[in-house]
């Protein structure tokens, strides 16, 4: 058996393995439109636990990164729209567009142009565009409706979030991977790497954030969301560590790079005495002390600290850093 039929043969399997548990389970057909995904389980279907949004978004992406395959059966070499289809995502994260339509009905072009303040000529040639991308969809002639990748933009902030980072920083700094490689070959040096070249600057990514709040913002709120799939789950942690051994009186850890502290929140939930020290840089740090939520204030406080830089806090239980 071929390779190509093989994975055809698993892709199937899989398939009728999903039709059999909604089916049984009374739920809509799995589609870009419907969120059926929302209420499969994690490992299988005896579990009954559903995936966290990120893996629903992580299933939404990769069927959205496939759609240039489905239009070419078998293709052997990269899709060159590929940065057309990022694009996508961008202008709708810019102006918008996913909060313009309404979460279960539909809406109209001129509606959305309205909203966006766009011109609907333009909204016009490019949702189709987008649709082609299993972003959005026609319910009918002239009626806009969410599928599941832009419903989740509207519903989920932190996911939300992390389509803005994906498509406006991480996205131009692989565009300027080999001119970085061309004019920095061999250096170690932090601020000289294709992130600063595509946002021209001589500063490294933390220190170019520091001085831009929304985009640290945004950058913590992706971070936080990536905490919450299954790859980058902070449930490895625990799961993976006996932390009552090290939760007495007086404990503390350090959380150094803690961004806006989702690490030592689940690690409150799951301890009695321990205290936490989120250490970021000033403004991120004062950002995920803004937006902590009460319970915690009395176990977590945040420090402005450069990792780059000797540790400050001297004599802690633990030094955590990932």
């Not at 039709?19 to 439109?33: G, R, T």
């Not at 059926?36 to 579990?47: E, K």
């Not at 240039?68 to 990022?86: G, M, V, Y």
């Not at 009460?294 to 633990?318: L, P």
Request: proline letters at 6%; glycine letters at 6%.
């Amino acid at each position: 058996m071929s390779p190509l039929t093989q994975l055809a043969e698993e892709v199937l399997a899989n398939a009728k393995r999903l039709d059999s548990y909604i089916s049984s389970h009374h739920l809509p057909p799995a589609s870009f439109v419907h969120d059926t995904f929302a209420h499969l389980p994690t490992d299988n279907p005896a579990s009954g636990h559903g995936p966290h949004r990120q893996d629903r978004g992580d299933i939404a992406r990769r069927e959205r990164s496939h759609a240039p395959a489905r239009r070419s059966t078998l293709k052997t070499s990269p899709a060159p729209n590929q940065s057309a289809d990022i694009t996508d995502l961008r202008i709708i994260y810019t102006y918008n567009i996913h909060n313009a339509v309404p979460l279960h009905g539909s809406s109209t072009y001129a509606d959305i142009a309205r909203a966006c303040g766009l011109s609907e000529s333009i909204v016009h040639r490019f949702l189709p565009h987008a649709m082609a991308n299993r972003i959005c969809f026609e319910a009918s002639p002239g009626q806009v409706s969410h599928t599941t990748l832009s419903r989740m933009m509207a519903e989920d902030a932190d996911f939300c979030d992390n389509v803005g980072m994906h498509t406006f920083e991480v996205a131009p700094a692989f565009m300027k991977l080999s001119e970085a490689l061309v004019r920095y070959p061999s250096s170690g040096q932090a601020n000289e790497t294709a992130y600063s070249l595509s946002n021209d600057t001589e500063l490294s990514l933390y220190n170019f954030l520091a001085d831009k709040p929304e985009q640290a913002r945004r950058f913590g709120q992706s971070m936080k969301f990536m905490t919450k799939g299954e790859a980058l789950n902070v449930k490895h942690l625990t799961s993976n560590y006996d932390w009552a051994t090290l939760d007495g009186p007086g404990a503390v850890l350090v959380d150094v790079g803690g961004g806006h502290g989702a690490m030592a929140q689940h690690l409150a939930d799951l301890t009695e005495n321990m205290r936490f020290i989120e250490q970021d840089l000033p403004s991120t740090a004062q950002q995920g002390n803004d937006m902590l939520p009460d319970k915690y204030k009395s176990r977590i406080e945040f420090a402005g600290h450069d990792f780059f830089t000797e540790q400050t806090v001297k004599g802690k239980d633990v030094y955590f850093f990932r």
